[in-house]
C-alpha cells in the first residue's frame, strides 16, 4: 500500500542521540499508530492520534515523543535513544475507529 | 487489561496439510481482526468479523468468531508455500485502538 510511508527504512544510531522516525499517509485518515515489534513480544502501541493535534500514549510510551501538527503525518522521536529501543517500528493508519488498520513498512532501527 | 491469546505459537506443516490458529480475549469483543505478516514485511488487514457466530471465507480460509464473542480462529484448508508468515488476531483495546495477539508463525513445507 504506497499510501503510508515510512522513513527511514532502516537507521543505526548510537545511544543518548535524538532520532526521528516519519509516517506520511495520503489517505487523510484520521487515525494513526506507532507501534514496535520485538520477538516474544508482539506488536505493542506506542502512541496513537485520533486526529490532528490529538495524541495520547499507549502500552509503551516512555522515551518516545510524537506529534501530529498535520493529519497526514504522524513523526515519533526517540529523546535519548537507549539499547531497549532496538525494534521494528511500524506505523498505521486508519479511516475508522478501531476498523482495518493499514500499516506502513517499518522502519528497523538498531541503537548501538 | 485486555489481552489477546494465539495458540499455538509457532506451526510448521507440509504443503496441502491444513492449519488451525486459535484467538481468545479476557473479554467480550465488539469485533475481531485478523492480519497477516509475511517474512520481513508489515502487517496486512485481511478481514474484520463483528456478529456473533459469524463466519466468513476468503478462497481457502475461513475465519470464524465465537458465540460469545471471546473468541475466534482463522482455519487455511491446503496449505500453500504462499501462506507462509505470521497470523495475528486483534481486538478492541480502547475507543479507538487495538490490541494484537502475538501471532502464529506459520512455515510450509514443499
Known amino acids: 500500500d504506497a499510501g503510508i510511508t515510512q522513513s527511514p527504512r532502516y537507521k543505526i544510531t548510537e545511544t543518548g542521540r535524538q532520532v526521528t522516525l516519519m509516517c506520511h499517509q495520503t489517505?487523510?485518515?484520521?487515525?494513526m499508530f506507532w507501534y514496535r515489534q520485538d520477538l516474544g513480544h508482539g506488536l505493542r502501541l506506542i502512541y496513537y492520534?485520533?486526529?490532528?493535534?490529538?495524541?495520547d500514549k499507549g502500552e509503551v510510551p516512555d522515551g518516545y515523543v510524537v506529534s501530529r501538527s498535520k493529519t497526514e503525518n504522524f513523526p515519533l522521536t526517540l529523546e535519548s535513544a537507549t539499547r531497549s529501543q532496538t525494534s521494528v517500528y511500524f506505523c498505521?493508519?486508519?479511516?475508522?475507529?478501531?476498523?482495518?488498520?493499514?500499516f506502513g513498512s517499518g522502519t528497523r532501527l538498531t541503537v548501538v | 487489561g485486555q489481552q489477546v491469546m494465539q495458540i499455538p505459537q509457532y506451526q510448521h506443516v507440509q504443503e496441502g496439510e491444513d492449519f488451525t490458529t486459535y484467538c481468545n480475549s479476557s473479554t467480550t469483543l465488539s469485533n475481531i481482526q485478523w492480519y497477516k505478516q509475511r517474512p520481513g514485511g508489515h502487517p496486512v488487514f485481511l478481514i474484520q468479523l463483528v456478529k456473533s457466530g459469524e463466519v466468513k471465507k476468503q478462497k481457502r480460509l475461513t475465519f470464524q468468531f465465537g458465540e460469545a464473542k471471546k473468541n475466534s480462529s482463522l482455519h487455511i484448508t491446503a496449505t500453500q508455500t504462499t501462506d507462509v508468515g505470521t497470523y495475528f488476531c486483534a481486538g478492541p483495546a480502547g475507543y479507538s485502538t487495538l490490541t494484537f495477539g502475538k501471532g502464529t508463525m506459520l512455515l510450509v513445507s514443499p
Open positions: 492520534s485520533a486526529a490532528a493535534d490529538i495524541t
Open positions: 489517505w487523510s485518515h484520521s487515525y
Open positions: 498505521a493508519s486508519s479511516e475508522y475507529r478501531n476498523y482495518g488498520y493499514t
